[in-house]
């Protein structure tokens, strides 16, 4: 049996715009939304760069900036076209870290997980998410966006 181990990270900075802000698909009904070209879903675009880190295959790039040029913004669709490339690779658990200052995210952590587990059809079980806001020594930690770092767990048997 074959493990292997992806890393993740993405970061965006808050922008007085009319972008919802989303959240692993959720919408935290937030005053402001995280600048980017696409929806700016700081913790699926984490996890695609997790997936990437385990494929070799980089999604979000310029894979991703032509598909934002063909009106595809949904972080979603980056998410599975990095899927895609996973084969045999079976996914065991993913850890995720968010650092902010607001919003706060425990209300959100429950349909998080459920938006999760549905795109990498695994279980909720087999997923966890903590927040922090790092006591205030960054950027994000201050109010000023939004960091996810994750981690995939996987096997080939």
């Known amino acids: 049996m074959k493990f292997k181990t992806g890393l993740g990270q993405d970061s965006h900075a808050f922008e007085n715009n009319s972008k919802t802000l989303l959240l692993a698909g959720v919408d935290c009904k937030y005053a402001q939304g995280l600048r980017a070209n696409s ?20 999604i979000l790039g310029e894979k991703a900036d032509n598909l934002c040029q063909q009106g595809v913004t949904d972080s979603r669709e980056y998410l599975k076209l990095a899927l895609q490339d996973l084969n045999t690779w079976q996914v065991q658990h993913i850890a995720i ?40 020594l960054s950027a994000f930690g201050k109010g000023e966006g939004i960091q996810v770092l994750c981690i995939i767990s996987v096997i080939q048997a």
């Not at 913790?43 to 997936?51: F, G, P, Q, R």
């Not at 706060?104 to 927040?131: R, V, Y």
């Open 39 to 58: 929806d700016g879903d700081v913790v699926l675009h984490a996890l695609t760069n997790a997936v990437s880190s385990i494929t070799g295959v980089n």
């Open 97 to 136: 870290s968010i650092e902010c200052l607001t919003p706060k995210i425990s209300p959100f952590m429950a349909d998080m997980k459920k938006n999760i587990a549905q795109l990498f059809d695994i279980s909720t079980d087999d997923i966890g998410i903590t927040a922090t806001t790092g006591e205030g």
